[in-house]
């Protein structure tokens, strides 16, 4: 049995637990009380929902889901760019590493679920993958010290940030444009309760292109951890239960190949984390 929570596309939208054996629909179960997922994130109950619902029967079986952003409503949706050694030295501009992280926000309507499309857009054929590894913030905090930061974590995803190439340079300092997209990148399949640090310090993620692996890391070489990452950001911004921070993607990129290899209509991309599952999605034109 895997513990992860995700939303279920219905009338109305649900969420509720996978097993191999099919979904648990606690949405119904549990409606007055937690009547979305953010709910159950903001109460700290998402693991007391996995342990109490272990024996209870499935309500529908895998195959019947079409899926959701995980926390689809969430207030911010936080970025980091060039968090791999690897990644930084892509840019071939001979500059080290900064001392900060780049950060940029993404708004929920750039993203779809799994299994849903990602969609390439009339204005440009420059759609890109980038597999990331995602913290959902569990506990409000400001200024959240480093050694208190995992506190603040109530679940991980994996979010595939697609990214069109050359909106990302229409203007100096600012990359809003390419990032948001409608419907450009997704989110999920689902949210893994977090247990400790253990959990996600060195695991391995993937990004896959009709089954070729194009990007390969490991947490454990980010170049602002997971603990930093908390803290700086929540110096500036307060951190809320079901804010988002996407941790950044390793090197190989459509876009530093050569010539760049950009998504087409038909394409599959796989992110893969250890411990977190498969975010799979194809590729499609708006409109088609």
């Known amino acids: 049995m895997r513990p992860p929570t995700r939303t279920l596309a219905a009338t109305p939208p649900t969420w509720g637990l996978v097993r191999d054996d099919g979904f648990v629909d606690l949405g119904a179960r549990h409606a007055t009380r937690f ?18 619902n272990v024996a209870t029967p499935a309500d529908h079986p895998l195959s019947a889901l079409t899926y959701l952003p995980p926390l689809g409503n969430a207030q911010k949706i936080i970025c980091i760019g060039v968090n791999y050694p690897d990644r930084n030295e892509e840019y071939k501009d001979a500059q080290s590493a900064a001392a900060y992280p780049s950060i940029f926000l993404r708004f929920p309507t750039s993203f779809v679920g799994h299994g849903e499309n990602l969609v390439r857009p009339p204005e440009s054929e420059q759609l ?75 695991i391995r993620l993937t990004t896959k292109v009709n089954g070729e692996i194009r990007q390969d890391d490991r947490t454990s070489r980010m170049i602002y951890d997971f603990r930093y990452l908390i803290s700086y950001v929540s110096t500036f911004a307060t951190l809320l239960p079901g804010d988002l921070i996407v941790t950044g993607t390793p090197t190989g990129a459509g876009a530093r190949f050569s010539p760049p290899i950009w998504l087409k209509p038909g394409d599959v991309v796989e992110v893969e984390a250890d411990g977190i599952g498969v975010l799979r999605n194809g590729v499609e034109d708006e409109n088609s």
Not at 36 to 52: F, G, P, R, S
Request: glycine residues 8%; charged residues 25%; aromatic residues 6%.
């Open 128 to 202: 890109d993958y980038e597999g990331e590894v995602t913290l959902v913030i569990g506990k409000p905090g400001r200024r959240i010290a480093r050694v208190q930061a995992l506190d603040h974590v109530a679940a991980v995803t994996l979010c595939n940030e697609g990214t069109i190439r050359d909106w990302l340079r229409h203007s100096r300092f600012n990359v809003t444009q390419g990032k948001n997209f409608d419907r450009s990148g997704s989110i999920g399949p689902w949210i893994v309760p977090f247990r400790d640090e253990s959990q996600i310090a060195d």
């Open 35 to 52: 009547p979305t997922l953010k709910h159950v994130v903001e109460a700290n109950a998402l693991q007391a929902m996995v342990e109490a």
